[in-house]
């Protein structure tokens, strides 16, 4: 999936909050539209159509600039076969992800002689981050937002992420940790992602505060080591089913390095032999990444 057809997604997944959010008023009554119009087809993937109270809503999410054809002409193209169809008074929202090359023109105007069409364009990486962080749907969206501190934000991101409900948390984490991809190192955001998660632990909180009530900081690489054991056993438990004792008591002498290490691996695991297969390269001292 492109950054720009998630954006689509989560829009539709929560028109009235993304509708909120571009116009700056409350809305409520809000319906998804189909994007395919009339005449000919059209390219519509990064698209969302909206219907508000007499209205119709139409953004579109944007990496770059380039396209074909250009975006001022598509904008337009767009607003005579929605108002065709609708015949309502339209918005358009063009949301940028990123800012594009130093010294790019952004239009938000078509002109051609005595035919003028305008259009709004947010610059995300120019907008307030709190608006993001303070609401589960455009989470995704904030470490995109402005800062001029980007790790220090992407923490921000992290313990919003941590605070959501159980059910909510894994969708909107891994949305979130796509988007980043266009502006952090993947290295950056797995680390952070992955602290975070063990700092939300009650068993890291636990292990964590004895370690810092005795004065010894192994505390804390325990509280990671026994969280990363259940992540792993979780995640193990899901693709090859249930482990034997003699592979729990196994797991359970892995350090913190190769508990990291057997998280990546398991992901290509399909039975419990593929487990068996990486114990034996600890056997032999290969390590694997």
């Excluded at 005579?80 to 015949?87: H, M």
């Excluded at 005595?114 to 303070?134: D, G, Q, S």
């Excluded at 001029?148 to 984490?173: F, G, M, Y």
């Amino acid at each position: 999936m492109s950054f720009d057809n998630l954006c689509k997604l989560l829009s539709e997944k929560h028109p009235a909050t993304f509708a909120s959010w571009v116009l700056g008023t409350p809305q409520t009554s809000v319906t998804v539209l189909k994007t395919e119009l009339s005449i000919e087809p059209i390219r519509a993937d990064y698209v969302t159509f909206l219907q508000l109270e007499g209205r119709i809503l139409h953004l579109e999410f944007q990496t770059k600039l380039e396209s074909t054809p250009p975006l001022p002409l598509r904008m337009l193209d767009y607003w005579v076969r929605l108002y065709r169809l609708y015949r309502l008074p339209i918005t358009q929202v063009v949301v940028l992800l990123l800012p594009p090359a130093p010294g790019t023109v952004i239009e938000t105007v078509f002109c051609v002689e005595t035919t003028r069409h305008e259009y709004r364009v947010i610059r995300l990486w120019e907008e307030n981050p709190e608006p993001f962080l303070n609401d589960p749907a455009l989470l995704p969206l904030a470490p995109l937002a402005a800062t001029t501190q980007p790790q220090a934000l992407l923490q921000q991101v992290v313990v919003k992420v941590n605070q959501l409900e159980p059910r909510q948390r894994p969708e909107i984490s891994a949305y979130t940790q796509i988007l980043a991809g266009l502006k952090y190192n993947q290295d950056l955001i797995r680390q952070l992602f992955r602290e975070g998660m063990m700092r939300e632990s009650v068993i890291y909180q636990e292990i964590l505060a004895e370690g810092e009530q005795r004065g010894e900081q192994r505390g804390r690489e325990e509280g990671r080591k026994a969280e990363g054991q259940l992540l792993i056993l979780r995640q193990l438990t899901r693709r090859v089913g249930e482990l034997p004792q003699e592979m729990l008591d196994r797991i359970e002498t892995l350090s913190l390095e190769q508990l990291e290490n057997l998280g990546e691996a398991l992901l290509d695991f399909q039975a419990i032999a593929d487990l068996e297969t990486w114990f034996g390269t600890l056997d032999v001292g290969v390590k694997i990444t």
